[in-house]
C-alpha cells in the first residue's frame, strides 16, 4: 500500500503560480512513477502530468505544456507539480497518483491521493 497526501492548493490570481506537493508513505517511493491528474466540477477527471521512477522522463497534457513542471526528490517521497501563467481553466481538484509505469490514463495508476482544491481568479 501507498499512501498520499498532497497539499499546496489553494486560491490565485490568473498569471500567478502555485507549487503542489504529494508525499507518499508506505511501500518504497523510487519504486513507483508518478502523475498528477486534475477534475473540474461536472467535467471528467483528465491527465496533467507523469513521471518516471528516476525522474528522468516526463511527460505533460498539451494544456499545461510549458507552463506546469512536473519532478520528483525520491529522498524525500514527494512528487511536485510547479504551476505557473495558471489560468482560470486550471481551477480543479489536482490528485496525485503512484503505479508500476508512467502513463496518462487513471487506470495505469493503482494508488491515489485524497486532491487538494486550486483556483484561480480572473
Known amino acids: 500500500q501507498v499512501q498520499l497526501v498532497e497539499s499546496g492548493g489553494g486560491l490565485v490570481q490568473a498569471g500567478g503560480s502555485l507549487r503542489l506537493s504529494c508525499a507518499a508513505s508506505?511501500?518504497?517511493?523510487?519504486?513507483?512513477?508518478m502523475g498528477w491528474f486534475r477534475q473540474a466540477p461536472g467535467k471528467e477527471r483528465e491527465f496533467v502530468a507523469t513521471i518516471s521512477l528516476s525522474g528522468s522522463s516526463t511527460y505533460y497534457a498539451d494544456s499545461v505544456k510549458g507552463r506546469f513542471t512536473i519532478s520528483r526528490d525520491n529522498a524525500k517521497n514527494t512528487v511536485y507539480l510547479k504551476m505557473n501563467s495558471l489560468k482560470p481553466e486550471d481551477t480543479a481538484v489536482y490528485s496525485c497518483?503512484?503505479?508500476?509505469?508512467?502513463?496518462?490514463?487513471?487506470?495505469?495508476?493503482?494508488?491515489w491521493g485524497q486532491g487538494t482544491q486550486v483556483t484561480v481568479s480572473s
Open positions: 497518483a503512484a503505479g508500476s509505469l508512467p502513463g496518462l490514463l487513471a487506470d495505469h495508476y493503482n494508488y
Open positions: 508506505g511501500r518504497t517511493f523510487s519504486h513507483y512513477a
